[in-house]
């Protein structure tokens, strides 16, 4: 029979089909996970483009304005220049014109100055916010005096910011007075550095702190300094920096930018968690498909199992039912040779054939029904079916029997496990071709029972060894593949032990051995 090799292709026909199935499912899985990071990695180029154009835009408006501070500093030093030359005026030179550096200085109206004297009182301002009015107005509740006294002091003290922002100017006025003049950048520079950081503002909460792009740290050359990113301070502290870096360039090679020939810099970004979840998504789904089907076949495998037994079961109650009449049969016919004068160990022999036919017969009727255990002797009820058996045999086959025990009093249902025997007998016989040695030996060990039957016979391949006890497999041109399966069942399930292939080797024998609890 070749239902068991058909059983084997088809289950790897199944499994390849399967595997390509699987293969080709993970294939384009993995292709539409690598569009999807390349969008992402696309997005985090546009977005350190964006942050390049916007390090352009502050540069350009930088140097605007450094270019308008120079003119102003310029402005500032002529009109110095211009009240230099009204302080060296003499009363005696009538004819010295003064239009020139009166219109320089009147022509500022923009650049907010205030001019001390070398003790800090307020000699003059002007281009100023506010004024002795404005203060006065919002505490009315003071004197003119003291406010003024709070106008000038505060006059002083912002004089000294500027000087922190833009260089002041002293000038001696005549010999003994100096006044210090003191400027800051003038409202049209006030008003585009308000311009610029709104724009930088805006820029950073719709690109630096969007939170719908992955996260994304750019850093400088040497990778310790956060020029932007979309992630907490606290992620990217200086403290666990290296390690953020480290995880992120985990899930992605880092970004190599240049915002000029000198400036180089590296994105880090992170796999979003949609990517991630596509990316294990099929493993996943494979996995549930996978569990389904196993539950699946384990569950209809127990009922095909079932309906098995009970259809095998039936079969052999049949078969035992159909036994017992021309076993009755037989036996009338053996009393009725018997009672004739012929030899003697004819019906002898007879008797015990249809014994033996009994004994089968009784087997049958009991599958699928409980099996009683019976203590009694394991040793007995081998050498006995033995004894029987070696009658039987071939002549050229030699078969030997040991015990280290003469007596091992075990639960066993003998005729059950004289099947066994038979079964793992009859196979050694076929497998020796009717010539060779076949030992039966029973030891203890480690409170077991061992029962070795082995064989000088064919041997087995490792494949054969691992399907030898599947129901249906068979090497024999005609048989049911049954013998050994049953053998199986009968000791593992009804005795609770074990039938197993201890060694075999091809052109060397096999040796079997059942194992059961004492």
């Not at 002529?78 to 010295?96: D, R």
């Not at 070398?118 to 000699?123: A, G, L, P, T």
């Not at 197993?500 to 040796?511: A, H, P, W």
Request: hydrophobic share 35%; net charge neutral.
């Amino acid at each position: 029979m070749k239902l068991y090799s058909n059983k084997q292709k088809w289950k790897i026909v199944l499994l390849f089909v399967a595997l390509v199935l699987v293969g080709v499912s993970l294939f384009y899985s993995n292709k539409i996970v690598s569009k999807v990071a390349k969008r992402e990695r696309d997005r985090v180029t546009q977005w350190a483009d964006a942050i390049k154009k916007r390090a352009e835009l502050v540069k350009l408006t930088n140097s605007s304005f450094d270019e308008l501070r120079e003119k102003e500093l310029a402005e500032m030093e002529l009109w110095v220049a211009a009240t230099k030359e009204i302080s060296k005026a003499s009363p005696l030179n009538s004819q010295q014109s003064y239009d020139l550096p009166l219109q320089i200085i009147n022509k500022n109206n923009d650049i907010p100055v205030i001019v001390l004297d070398q003790h800090d009182d307020v000699s003059t301002h002007t281009n100023l916010k506010f004024s002795v009015e404005t203060l006065q107005k919002k505490y009315p509740s003071k004197e003119k005096e003291q406010v003024k006294k709070m106008f000038e002091d505060s006059l002083v003290k912002l004089a000294y910011s500027w000087e922190k922002i833009n260089p002041s100017f002293t000038i001696e006025i005549y010999e003994g007075l100096f006044m210090t003049y003191f400027y800051n950048d003038s409202r049209d520079i006030l008003r585009l550095e308000n311009e610029r950081d709104s724009l930088i503002q805006a820029f950073n909460k719709e690109l630096i702190e969007n939170t719908d792009l992955v996260p994304v740290v750019l850093t400088d050359s040497t990778r310790t300094k956060v020029i932007a990113t979309n992630l907490s301070s606290e992620k990217v502290s200086s403290e666990k920096l290296k390690s953020k870096l480290s995880e992120l360039s985990n899930d992605n090679k880092p970004i190599d930018i240049r915002f000029s020939d000198d400036d180089e810099y590296f994105v880090y970004y992170a796999n979003s968690p949609e990517l991630t979840q596509l990316q294990y998504f099929p493993y996943v789904q494979f996995l549930i498909i996978g569990l389904f089907i196993l539950i699946g076949y384990v569950i209809f495998s127990t009922f095909r199992k079932a309906e098995q037994n009970q259809v095998w079961a039936g079969m052999a109650k049949e078969t035992a039912h159909q036994l017992g009449t021309p076993i009755s049969s037989l036996m009338a016919w053996v009393q009725l040779l018997e009672g004739m004068d012929i030899d003697k160990s004819i019906p002898k022999e007879m008797n015990k054939d249809i014994h033996r036919l009994s004994q089968v017969t009784d087997r049958f009727s009991k599958i699928g029904a409980g099996t009683q255990l019976n203590e009694s002797d394991i040793v007995e009820t081998t050498s006995t079916f033995l004894s029987y058996l070696r009658t039987r045999l071939p002549q050229k086959i030699n078969l030997t029997f040991e015990s280290t025990d003469d007596e091992i009093i075990i639960p066993h249902n003998p005729p059950l496990f004289e099947w066994v025997i038979e079964n793992i007998c009859k196979n050694a016989i076929d497998a020796m071709e009717g010539e060779g040695k076949l030992s039966v030996k029973i030891f203890r060990e480690g409170g077991k029972v061992n029962i070795d039957i082995a064989d000088t016979g064919k041997g087995m391949t490792p494949s054969q060894q691992r399907s030898v006890f599947q129901p249906g497999y068979t090497t024999k041109k005609r048989g049911w593949g049954l013998g050994l399966s049953l053998a199986k069942r009968i000791i593992n399930e009804y005795h609770k032990g074990r039938l197993k292939i201890v060694q075999s080797e091809l052109g060397e024998g096999t040796t079997f051995r059942i194992i059961l609890s004492v």
